[in-house]
């Protein structure tokens, strides 16, 4: 089992920047591939990005070129680095883990709480 366990969220004025973190326990997290969506109410889960076990990224057209996923196997931390954010960014932002890269969300097996990021205009 692993544990996932999201912080950084809060409330940002558009233009601004948040790093949301991604905790693990359980397991390491250095076998796995890490995914973040993101949910606003009334709407279906999105894709943000995800990295591989060796750190390679892809991002979904809503998140390149404003945002950056890193990780720190040796603190068994992802990282969701957002810059420039719109108001439409605003959302619940969900870290999740899965043996194989992967962009539907169906194919994470383990996944945290969330944590809200809003954006003002």
């Known amino acids: 089992q692993v544990q996932l366990v999201e912080s950084g969220g809060g409330l940002v004025q558009a233009g601004g920047s948040l790093r949301l973190s991604c905790a693990a326990s359980?397991?390491?997290?250095?076998?796995?591939?890490m995914g973040w969506f993101r949910q606003a109410p009334g709407k279906e889960r999105e894709f943000v990005g995800t990295?591989?076990?060796?750190?390679?990224?892809f991002l979904g057209a809503s998140a390149k070129g404003r945002f950056t996923i890193s990780r720190d196997n040796a603190k068994n931390t992802v990282y969701l680095q957002l810059n420039s954010l719109k108001p439409e960014d605003t959302a619940v932002y969900y870290c999740?883990?899965?043996?194989?890269?992967?962009?539907?969300?169906?194919?994470?097996?383990?996944w945290g709480q969330g944590t809200q990021v809003t954006v003002s205009s």
């Open positions: 999740a883990a899965s043996r194989y890269t992967a962009l539907n969300a169906g194919e994470y097996s383990y």
């Open positions: 359980g397991r390491t997290l250095s076998s796995y591939a």
């Open positions: 990295i591989s076990w060796a750190s390679s990224t």
